[in-house]
Nanobody, 125 residues
Framework: QVQLVESGGGLVQAGGSLRLSCAAS????????MGWFRQAPGKEREFVVV????????YYADSVKGRFTISRAKAKNTVHLQMNNLKPEDTAVYYC??????????????????WGQGTQVTVSS
């Protein structure tokens, strides 16, 4: 089993930055694609970005392209999400997820096997 724990969320003003981290434990996730999703109140969970197991491929939602950057530190079993130029519409609970099987690229939400509990990001205007 894999446990994922997100951290780094908080309250920030529009235009500010936050860096989220997702720490995996239980087993290594170095061979897993890792993704970030978010869910705002009253809305469905939304894909944000995914990074391949090797780190060489990424796929971003149009809404965050150019503002968010995903990276992974395999030695630390950790994935980071650098979020710049944040907007009020980025306000949501952000979830980290791991795709163990790697059956398609990019993975769909149903392809992810493990999920974290989420971290709140609030962007004030």
């Amino acid at each position: 089993q894999v446990q994922l724990v997100e951290s780094g969320g908080g309250l920030v003003q529009a235009g500010g930055s936050l860096r989220l981290s997702c720490a995996a434990s239980g087993r290594t996730v170095s061979s897993y694609a890792m993704g970030w999703f978010r869910q705002a109140p009253g809305k469905e969970r939304e894909f944000v970005v995914v990074i391949s197991w090797g780190g060489g491929s990424t796929y971003y939602a149009d809404s965050v392209k150019g503002r968010f950057t995903i990276s992974r530190a395999k030695a630390k079993n950790t994935v980071h999400l650098q979020m710049n130029n944040l907007k009020p519409e980025d306000t949501a609970v952000y979830y980290c997820a791991a795709d163990r099987r790697g059956s398609r690229w990019p993975p769909t939400v149903d392809d992810y096997d493990y999920w974290g509990q989420g971290t709140q990001v609030t962007v004030s205007s």
